[in-house]
């Protein structure tokens, strides 16, 4: 069946018109608003009226430039040869000296050096030992060394911590226990050492000084 449509009821009829139509006035818009100038208020100035004032207050001071430093000039040296002969050398060797003068120069011995002599050292250039060396002393100790009684019954076993010093000569003084272990242990190390003979002494810058020294002395059951 053929469907029959009315020319007013086309809806496609007028649309080529149309769209030209709403180009142009599209077109018209878009040239206004080209065209088109906004100004507010304050944005024309006059040149003229412009307060120059601040400009005018601003002064640039003048650039100083330090003065340049002198030059040290250097002295000049001038060579004399060694076959040069000097004429007006003045010397006057005829001098008169009373003797009240005359100043005497006494040199005392530096007290320091006594005082280092004199004082107990612990660390030295040439450490004390014993005549003929530690082993020497381990055959002192075992040959003279009583054990205890009451240590031996005790069962006391350990080291005793002896201090003291030998003496410019050699000898043992002050000699004490710092570290003992007791039941009669520290007065036998004690004894032994007073017993023992002098020591070879120990030296600082090649002088004989006091020298402190702490040694232990082994207490063991056999």
Known sequence: MEVKKKRKADVYRSRSMYLNLGLVVALLFAISAFQWRFYEEGDLIVLGSVDNSEEELLIIPPTVHPPPKPKIQQPKIIEVKD????????????????????????IYDDPEEEEEA??????????PAPMGGMAAFQQFLKKNLKYPSQARRLGVEGKVFVEFVVDKDGSLNDIKVVK????????????VLEKHPKWSPG????????????????FRLG
């Open 203 to 218: 030296e600082q810058r090649g002088r004989p000084v006091k020298v402190r020294m702490i040694i232990p002395i082994f």
């Open 180 to 191: 003992g272990i007791g039941a009669g242990c520290d007065k036998e190390a004690v004894r």
């Open 118 to 127: 004199d004082a107990i050292w612990v660390v030295v250039e040439k450490q």
């Open 83 to 106: 076959d040069e002969v000097i004429d007006d050398l003045d010397l006057n060797l005829d001098m008169e000296i009373d003797e009240d003068e005359i100043v005497e120069v006494v």
